[in-house]
T-cell receptor
Framework: EAGVAQSPRYKIIEKRQSVAFWCNPI?????LYWYQQILGQGPKLLIQ????????DSQLPKDRFSAERLKGVDSTLKIQPAKLEDSAVYLC?????????????FGQGTRLTVV | AQKVTQAQTEISVVEKEDVTLDCVYE???????LFWYKQPPSGELVFLIR??????QNEISGRYSWNFQKSTSSFNFTITASQVVDSAVYFC??????????????FGGGTRLMVKP
């Protein structure tokens, strides 16, 4: 079974530029998550989708971050404009269901460096 | 609000030693789930175990064992006879089911385990 795919693996941009990350979840998984992991910290949820609807985006900085999940499969996370503090690893995860306690499977992440 | 604390930021052991990673959590819910994930240098988080709040039985899986104690709000992880391949960052996480079918994981800060040959 193929895992969660993310691209690119690495990205370096200058502050105020925009960037987009792509995620392809495990086939059949209805729930998709984006987490932000700052160096030395645990991941923090940015947004959770159930199919193509948003379940929780309370921790997404909506002035600069946006995410979509067209057709309930792939997802894109965008940052515009980027700030230095956005430097982090962005992890995508998916699970069969979105109810509490469901095991989530993670991708390898995209490491973003903002200079 | 929920919170997970992993007080040990870094642990270094010599191969074949036993090591315990501590995890303390805070929650107001009576129903919740606890997880352990492993993050090797490649970056992806690898699921190790899930435990629900109503099941306090300890679990053993090969060299791994978990001790869940609700009385102290702890969910500790022990690796017996550690190996170099166990070197990674380990995260404890908490999930609280909600009415909107959310499954947000609240992670601790992680413990970096280094196993030296």
């Amino acid at each position: 079974e193929a895992g969660v795919a993310q691209s690119p693996r690495y990205k370096i941009i200058e502050k105020r530029q925009s960037v987009a990350f792509w995620c392809n979840p495990i086939s059949g998984h209805a729930t998709l998550y984006w987490y932000q992991q700052i160096l030395g910290q645990g991941p923090k949820l940015l947004i959770q989708f159930q199919n193509n609807g948003v379940v929780d985006d309370s921790q997404l900085p909506k002035d600069r971050f946006s995410a979509e999940r067209l057709k309930g499969v792939d997802s894109t996370l965008k940052i515009q404009p980027a700030k230095l503090e956005d430097s982090a690893v962005y992890l995508c995860a998916s699970s069969l269901e979105g109810i509490g306690g469901t095991e989530a499977f993670f991708g390898q992440g995209t490491r973003l460096t903002v200079v | 609000a929920q919170k997970v604390t992993q007080a040990q930021t870094e642990i270094s052991v010599v191969e074949k030693e036993d090591v315990t990673l501590d995890c303390v959590y805070e929650t107001r819910d009576t129903t919740y789930y606890l997880f352990w994930y492993k993050q090797p240098p490649s970056g992806e988080l690898v699921f190790l175990i899930r435990r629900n709040s109503f099941d306090e039985q300890n679990e053993i899986s090969g060299r791994y064992s978990w001790n869940f104690q609700k009385s102290t709000s702890s969910f500790n992880f022990t690796i017996t006879a550690s190996q170099v391949v166990d070197s990674a960052v380990y995260f404890c996480a908490l999930s609280e089911p909600n009415n909107n079918a959310g499954n947000m994981l609240t992670f601790g800060g992680g413990t970096r385990l280094m196993v030296k040959p």
